[in-house]
């Protein structure tokens, strides 16, 4: 089993689905609002907060043309250089401590994404419970190193990454230190479309590295979330905020409160519903087995009058014979006067 517990929390098929509310830069800059989107996620169920660490010059440089500019029409980001975006959208330092103190008060797991060397000893001094590695950084195999030393489980998103890669990537936390890991399918464009989310790769996941599995999802709405879970997804995460139309920088392929909350509740109910593989009358259908067809009298018989399409037919409910024994019974003569409505057994029948 490559289940795992964290505090009272448990991780795995065996379980429902720990749902993640990332916050991201959706805080919009106001440590009020980003308590705000703690309290809203645990309202609307979620089970963890997850945060990310960094400043803007520990992700880039601070320059403003060439590859450090974001011209591509297409992104949520075009027009910005890297260095602005990740300085609007960083979470400060300093809020950390707030921000999962409020979280853990809540209920909630609190813990964050490393981007370097100094957020991972930043967060060790919070005592964070688990780590989480961005698609951007799933190569970045001497973090990867450093934060599989510190013994925690660890969630790595596999955007972008070949199979080798992965590979690599999971021998590196492993041999660091790392024994409970998940990895999370995720497509690396903001937002995702569904038809580009290719969650049948979970399953290969799970069976190629032997550790949990989950889905980072940017697409609109829960249902890629859900079809996560029917293939085996134990961790989903999902972008948060408290309104779009308020803006920020993840805020158009996150949730508002109410879509988390059906995300919590749809997600357990999928995982409900896999069971196992199951046929015949369960405990619970056994009561209904009364609302079967069977063979009814349905109108007055006399003693020795023969059966036949006129006289018996297959109805509800279910207490006289199976239908598949109408054959057998039409032709034959009924063994004494019979009332519509009489359950036909085999006692009545010469």
Avoid at 35 to 43: C, D, F, N, R, S
Avoid at 291 to 307: C, I, K, N, P, T
Wanted: with cysteine.
């Amino acid at each position: 089993m490559s289940s795992f517990t964290i505090g009272t929390r448990r991780i795995g098929r065996d379980a429902p689905p720990l749902v993640i509310a990332e916050m991201s830069g959706n805080h919009n800059q106001s440590l009020e609002r980003a308590l705000a989107i703690v309290e809203a996620a645990a309202k609307a169920g979620a089970h963890a907060l997850k945060l990310q660490t960094y400043t803007a010059d520990t992700m880039t440089l601070d320059l403003a043309h060439g590859e450090f500019y974001i011209e591509d029409p297409a992104s949520p980001w075009a027009g910005t250089s890297l260095h602005a975006l990740y300085q609007q959208a960083h979470t400060p330092w300093e809020w950390h401590r707030p921000l999962f103190e409020r979280a853990r008060e809540l209920g909630m797991l609190a813990f964050s994404t490393p981007f370097d060397e100094t957020s991972v000893d930043f967060l060790e001094s919070l005592d964070v419970p688990l780590y989480k590695i961005a698609s951007f950084e799933n190569t970045d195999l001497p973090l990867i190193r450093r934060v599989a030393a510190t013994g925690k489980p660890l969630i790595i998103s596999t955007g972008m990454a070949s199979v080798a890669e992965l590979d690599e990537t999971v021998r590196t936390a492993r041999a660091a230190g790392c024994k409970n890991l998940v990895l999370l399918k995720c497509t690396s464009t903001y937002p995702a479309s569904p038809e580009h989310s290719h969650v049948r790769t979970i399953p290969h996941l799970r069976e190629m590295f032997g550790c949990e599995v989950g889905l980072s999802d940017h697409t609109l709405g829960v249902g890629a979330a859900i079809a996560a879970v029917a293939l085996g997804a134990s961790v989903v995460e999902k972008h948060f905020t408290l309104d779009r139309s308020a803006g920020g920088v993840d805020a158009s392929f996150s949730l508002e409160p109410a879509e988390m909350a059906s995300l919590v509740v749809e997600t357990e109910r999928a995982w409900q519903s896999l069971g196992q593989v199951h046929y015949g009358v369960s405990a619970i259908e056994r009561a209904s087995l009364v609302y079967r067809r069977s063979l009814y009298v349905v109108r007055d018989m006399q003693a020795g009058e023969a059966f036949d399409a006129s006289n018996v037919r297959a109805i509800r409910p279910g207490l006289g014979l199976a239908p598949r024994h109408l054959d057998a019974v039409l032709g034959r003569c009924a063994r004494q006067a019979l009332g519509k409505g009489t359950a036909l057994n085999w006692s009545m029948i010469l």
